[in-house]
């Protein structure tokens, strides 16, 4: 199986100095790969670098074996990527339904837009619920619900969700990362960048684990929830 995303040896500045060095991870077809460490190791930085916001000057990132680096960031969610920033981005004065359309804007089809709403509608019954009420009047939570929705809205090949629990109460957490549970049962392809390093390789196939810009330990997601290495350094244990 080729994989859909190809991270290449990649190198990121921010301010003049390297921030990513040398990073290199893949993501294949309904999986779902975790970028983890803590915060300010440099996790967000790839995902902004692979939407052409903070452009790799070095290394290639490919997907479907296409290079997309020299791409727009527009052109890059037409090829099928999808990213939920951190910041989650809401137009606050408008209601749930209007920001969910916003993730539709490459899809002419109006039928197929009414499909993707009804299918985040099933997903995030809550929404439906608040479909009318404005984003600025929601909890966290919910807003954060609205950010991954409005992502599925476009039919991404693969949904990039940065940090997607921050900021959250802990019971909030587990139903965010419940959403990423239910979305990786239906095939949907997921690269999650977390600090909850724990629950976040529960529900991944694959983890990297980042420090300081570079990849310092990689493999199955359960084989380094059992690592030593990573319940020291991680897990408190």
Known sequence: MAPILEIKDIWVRYSGL??????????????????????????????RAIMGAQPAYKGRILLE??????????KIVRQ?????????????P?????????????????????????YVYNLFPKLKERRIQLANTL?????QMVAIGRGLMSNPKILMLDE??????????????????RLK?????????????RETLEISDV??????????????????????DIQKAFLGM
């Open 164 to 181: 997607p629990s921050l900021g959250l109460a802990p019971v909030l957490v587990d139903e965010v990362l419940d959403t990423v549970r």
């Open 18 to 47: 390297p921030v990513i060095q040398g990073v290199s991870f893949e993501v294949n077809p309904g999986e779902t790969v975790c970028v983890v460490g803590a915060n300010g190791a440099g996790k967000s930085t790839i995902l």
């Open 94 to 118: 408008m209601t749930v339904e209007e920001n969910l359309l916003i993730g539709a804007y490459i899809i002419d089809d109006d039928a197929r837009k009414r499909e993707n709403l009804d």
């Open 185 to 197: 049962e239906a095939k949907m392809t997921i690269l999650l960048v977390e600090q909850n390093v």
């Open 207 to 228: 983890g990297y684990v980042i420090q300081t810009g570079k990849v310092v330990t990689k493999g199955k997601a359960s084989d380094l929830l059992q690592s030593e």
């Open 139 to 143: 909890s966290g939570g919910e807003q």
């Open 80 to 92: 099928g990527i999808t990213y939920v920033p951190e910041e989650k981005m809401l137009f606050g």
């Open 65 to 74: 074996g296409k290079n997309i680096q020299t791409f727009s960031t527009e």
